[in-house]
Structure formats: C-alpha cells, structure tokens
C-alpha cells in the first residue's frame, strides 16, 4: 500500500490561488477596491459622527415641560429662543468675544516666533524650537490648567515677582476693575485668558511657520530692492503670503476656545462660557434641548467663519 505525501507546498497551493484570484479582481476592478477601502472609515463617519451629531440637531428642536421635567418630543423653536434671552445670550457673547481675543493675542504672538523659526533657526537651534512649541503638548490637559491656577493664585509666583518688584499696588488696582478683575488672577476673567492663550498657542505657532517657510525668500528681497520699508513688506508681502497660516491657526485657536468648558470651570469666575452652559444643562438641570441647542451654536459660528475665510480665498494656498 503505498502512502502519498502530501508538501507544504502542495498544501499552500489552493490558498494562494485564492489570493491570486482576489488580487487579480480588484485590480481589474479598481472601483471595488476602492469601495472596500472606504466602506469602514465611510461607515464610522457616517454612523458615529455624522449620526450623533444629527441626533444632537434633532434634540435642539425638542423643548422641554418646566413643571414636569420630561422633554416634549414635538417639533419647536422655543427652545432656540431660549438662547436669545439677556442671561443665554450673554453667555454666547462673552464666549465668542473670549474666543476672538485668545485667537488675536495668539497670532500677534506667534508670528514672530514662526517667523524666528522659519527665517532664522538652523539645526539644533530649529530642533530646540520645535521641543520648545511641542513639549506643553506632551503634558497632561489638566495638568497645565492646575498648574497656572497655582501660578495665578494670591500664594503663587505672580505674585511673589509683584512683591519682589513692589508692584502689589498695580495687581491690586488692576483686580479692582470692574470687567476684567476679581479677587485673584486665578479667578478672573484675564487669568482665563491667559490660560487660553498658553494651552492653544502651539496651535497657532506651526501652521504659521509653516505657510511662512513656503514664503521665498526672493520676493522679501525684491520687495527690499523696489525701495519698500520692513512694515511696507509685512504688510503686503508677508502677511498676504502667510494668511492661509493665520486662517489655519485661528480655526484651532478660535473653535477650541468656543467649545472648551475645562478652563474657565477651573480659571474662570461665575460667569459661564458656552461650554459649561452645555454641561450644566444637559447634566445637572437634565434641560437636553437647551444643551443640544448651545452646542449648536459653536457648529453655527465656525460653518460661518470657514465660508467667509474660503469667501476670501484664505484657503487657496493651503
């Protein structure tokens, strides 16, 4: 009785040829891979993100009953009038006004540190800068915030340095002011947003650089040659050139300062950002509606800024 032996080789056949016949399909087919490639992330956009966010839509049309506390699941707009009452819409005013301040001081910021960076730093000075810019990210959120509450406390090293300086008097006079002071900077509406500024100023410092190290450095020479002064240049040369990295950096800067509840909950004062609105609704008073409609109005204020900076072709040398 003779025994045939059967080879690795042998065994590995019928499978390969069934990987052959798949290669050679979707390569005769390259919509069908395609389809393939872009049916999973398609799905978790479409279903997780896209849907949630419909369902967060359709919640801001519900209202809710004050007497019973149950959300009346009928199609309205009273809830988004909610918003336009002096406490709501106060909210959104002072969380949108805080927004446009974080994005100008980051940017007046960080053009001269991109432009250092992409003009002037070489080698290990260019690696230093990028460790200096990266390494706040590394750290924890929290940690960051915590830490400059302790900074900006009466006991902190702010106001050590003031008494070092014998500058208590200036600190004092400027908590004193009605809009901007407070007992301490930890709890002030400047000390959130110098918090603002710290967390998110990486955000704003990278892009810049780099629409500003895709600046040649002909056309500032140029400029120069033609007899236009440093700010004639800046004005309209280099900055032009360098917007698209503006525009990028203040769609991170202004968006994370419209949503984020962290800081000012920690920094902040008593008055509420939209952040916290949101939270407080949606988890303490149970009012969804009202937090779906809040958390619209961030969506609303960013679909409004991105139409008018792509209006203005701030997206064109992206």
Excluded: C
Excluded at 60 to 67: L, N
């Amino acid at each position: 009785m003779t025994m045939v032996q059967t080879t690795p080789s042998a065994q590995a056949a019928p499978s390969e040829g069934v990987l052959t016949r798949i290669s050679d399909t979707l390569w005769r087919r390259p919509t069908l891979l395609l389809l393939i490639l872009l049916t999973p992330p398609a799905l978790w956009l479409g279903i997780i993100y896209l849907g949630s966010l419909f369902a967060l839509l359709l919640q801001s049309f519900f209202s809710i009953d004050h007497f019973t506390g149950l959300i009346n699941h009928e199609f309205t707009l009273a809830t988004y009038a909610e918003l336009f009452t002096p406490a709501n819409f106060d909210i959104i005013r002072r969380t949108v006004g805080m927004a446009a301040l974080v994005t100008v001081a980051s940017a007046v910021i960080a053009f001269p540190i991109a432009y250092y960076a992409a003009r002037y730093a070489k080698g290990a000075w260019r690696a230093l800068f990028y460790l200096g810019i990266m390494m706040p990210l590394w750290s924890s959120y929290l940690v960051k915030v915590y830490a400059w509450k302790l900074i900006l406390a009466k006991e902190g090293i702010l106001t050590w340095i003031f008494e070092g300086l014998h500058l208590t008097w200036l600190l004092d006079a400027y908590l004193a002011l009605p809009v901007i002071g407070g007992n301490s900077l930890s709890v002030s509406p400047t000390g959130t947003f110098l918090v603002f500024v710290y967390v998110w100023l990486p955000y704003m410092v990278l892009p810049i650089q780099a629409a500003l190290e895709r600046v040649p450095t002909s056309m500032l020479e140029a400029s120069g040659d033609l007899g236009a002064k440093p700010a004639q240049t800046f004005r309209h040369v280099l900055l032009p050139l360098a917007l698209p990295g503006v525009i990028a950096g203040s769609i991170f800067t202004f968006s994370l300062t419209l949503g984020d509840y962290i800081i000012p909950q920690i920094i902040g004062t008593s008055r509420l950002f939209i952040g916290q609105a949101v939270y407080q609704h949606q988890g303490i008073a149970g009012n969804i509606p009202l937090a779906a409609a809040f958390a619209v109005v961030p969506i609303v204020i960013m679909g409004v800024y991105l139409w008018t900076a792509k209006r203005m072709g701030a997206f064109d040398a992206l």
